[in-house]
């Protein structure tokens, strides 16, 4: 499976950007598709990256982490085997790298290391 992410860019605060993920390799239909971010300058641990949204790939669940509720929305579209992070008011503290994953593991998880494939990282950096 071939992750891209795309859409990233620099916009001011209360800003809004829309990244896209596009899938390749497997029907996206068999896989939970996550969003993460990783924030410039720290650790590139593999599990510093902090867990942003997921969309389920049974019944199309979407559960946010607090920081985002409200302000970002997933959505995904099978046919087209692609999925998209709707981010609205943004905040400098959104500024980072962010990656698209997926795992086709059967319960809603946050944990980096549950998901199996990734995408290179698309830069988002919010000025105030």
């Known amino acids: 499976v071939q992750l891209q992410a795309s859409g990233g860019g620099s916009v001011q605060a209360g800003g809004s950007l829309r990244l896209s993920c596009a899938v390749s390799?497997?029907?996206?239909?068999?896989?939970?598709l996550g969003w993460f971010r990783q924030i410039p300058g720290k650790d590139h641990e593999f599990v510093e990256r902090?867990?942003?949204?997921?969309?389920?790939?049974?019944?199309?669940?979407?559960y946010y982490s607090e920081a985002v509720e409200g302000r970002f929305t997933i959505s995904r579209d099978d046919a087209k085997n692609a999925g998209w992070l709707q981010m609205n008011s943004l905040k400098p503290e959104d500024t980072a790298v962010y990656y698209c994953?997926?795992?086709?593991?059967?319960?809603?998880?946050?944990?980096?290391?549950?998901?199996?494939?990734w995408g290179q990282g698309t830069q988002v950096t919010v000025s105030s």
């Open positions: 390799g497997r029907s996206l239909s068999r896989y939970t």
């Open positions: 902090e867990f942003v949204a997921a969309i389920a790939w049974s019944a199309g669940y979407r």
């Open positions: 994953a997926v795992t086709n593991l059967g319960i809603a998880t946050m944990n980096p290391l549950e998901f199996d494939y």
